[in-house]
Nanobody, 123 residues
Framework: QAQLVESGGGLVQAGGSRRLSCAASGRAFSTLPMGWFRQATGKEREFVAAVTSSGGSTFYAGSVKGRFTISRDNAKNTVYLQMNGLKPEDTAVYYC????????????????WGQGTQVTVSS
């Protein structure tokens, strides 16, 4: 089992930045690919970014590429999502996920989820 706890959400103005953190416990964190998803009100959960277990490769949704950066610190069992140039359409609950089996971009591929943290971007 892996337990994931997100933090760092809040209210930010358009054009601003925010860093989300996801602290993991209960599994060998350094062996697990990690990802971030988001879900806006009334919409399906969508892929944001993922990072391989070593941190050597990263993957992004087209809507956030160039603005968001995923990274991890295996010594701290933590994965981060640095969000720059935020837009109102980035408003959503952001979820951390771990241990995918298959396509990283599909929510059903991921075995473990955090409880989510709300990010609201005001215009």
């Amino acid at each position: 089992q892996a337990q994931l706890v997100e933090s760092g959400g809040g209210l930010v103005q358009a054009g601003g930045s925010r860093r989300l953190s996801c602290a993991a416990s209960g599994r060998a964190f350094s062996t697990l690919p990690m990802g971030w998803f988001r879900q806006a009100t009334g919409k399906e959960r969508e892929f944001v970014a993922a990072v391989t277990s070593s941190g050597g490769s990263t993957f992004y949704a087209g809507s956030v590429k160039g603005r968001f950066t995923i990274s991890r610190d295996n010594a701290k069992n933590t994965v981060y999502l640095q969000m720059n140039g935020l837009k109102p359409e980035d408003t959503a609950v952001y979820y951390c996920a771990a241990d995918p089996d298959g396509d990283y971009s599909r929510p059903l591929s991921w075995h473990y989820w955090g409880q989510g943290t709300q990010v609201t971007v005001s215009s």
